[in-house]
T-cell receptor
Framework: DTAVSQTPKYLVTQMGNDKSIKCEQN?????MYWYKQDSKKFLKIMFS???????INETVPNRFSPKSPDKAHLNLHINSLELGDSAVYFC?????????????FGPGTRLTVL | GDSVTQMEGPVTLSEEAFLTINCTYT??????LFWYVQYPGEGLQLLLK?????DKGSNKGFEATYRKETTSFHLEKGSVQVSDSAVYFC?????????????FGKGTKLSVIP
């Protein structure tokens, strides 16, 4: 029943490790996104894919690499984790990449880097 | 660039009080405007949206009117409930092809006390 799901929900890891967060949507949407929410609740887009192609790539360290194996999945891999990467990461999807398309969000993954 | 400014929180109201959360934006043309709500421990949910000037979005007793002349999209509710306690985000999506990324305000935390 879950429209946009993310795994894991919580992720605690040491500095320097590599980790992945997975996202899946069962809405049949073409477009998917990754957002980062910092400790002050500020949300900022990181990446967007449409039909498995990267269409938004904001100023994000190249330690972050999104991968979209198919339209229903958008995973986020992070290399060499740093303390500043601690945040809540939200996946979202929309029917298409249009301004009027509603984005549906997953429950978030809380990443804590120690 | 595009930006969204929301009133600073937190906002604390008694049950059945009137709610206004101010939101103003800076963008060229006619962006689409959104209010998202984030309940504790959850992802964002679309609350309402408006895609052209003078449109009124409404949902669950909340309303917001797209005012081009004042570049505003203030959120209102006539009588808040404890269950409305959440963080509210105003967002815009610029017009035009390829302009589908959401720009969020910093969020306004609302606490409703019985």
């Amino acid at each position: 029943d879950t429209a946009v799901s993310q795994t894991p929900k919580y992720l605690v890891t040491q500095m320097g490790n590599d980790k992945s967060i997975k996202c899946e949507q069962n809405l049949g949407h073409d477009t998917m996104y990754w957002y980062k929410q910092d400790s002050k609740k500020f949300l900022k887009i990181m990446f967007s894919y449409n039909n498995k192609e990267l269409i938004i790539n904001e100023t994000v360290p190249n330690r972050f690499s999104p991968k979209s194996p198919d339209k229903a999945h958008l995973n986020l891999h992070i290399n060499s984790l740093e303390l500043g990467d601690s945040a809540v990461y939200f996946c979202a999807s929309s029917q298409g990449p249009r301004p009027t398309d509603t984005q549906y969000f997953g429950p978030g993954t809380r990443l804590t880097v120690l | 660039g595009d930006s969204v400014t929301q009133m600073e929180g937190p906002v604390t109201l008694s049950e059945e009080a009137f709610l206004t959360i101010n939101c103003t934006y800076t963008a060229t043309g006619y962006p689409s405007l959104f209010w998202y709500v984030q309940y504790p421990g959850e992802g964002l949910q679309l609350l309402l949206k408006a895609t052209k000037a003078d449109d009124k979005g409404s949902n669950k007793g909340f309303e917001a009117t797209y005012r081009k002349e004042t570049t505003s999209f203030h959120l209102e509710k006539g009588s808040v409930q404890v269950s409305d306690s959440a963080v509210y985000f105003c967002a815009l999506s610029p017009p035009g092809a390829g302009s589908y990324q959401l720009t969020f305000g910093k969020g306004t935390k609302l606490s409703v006390i019985p």
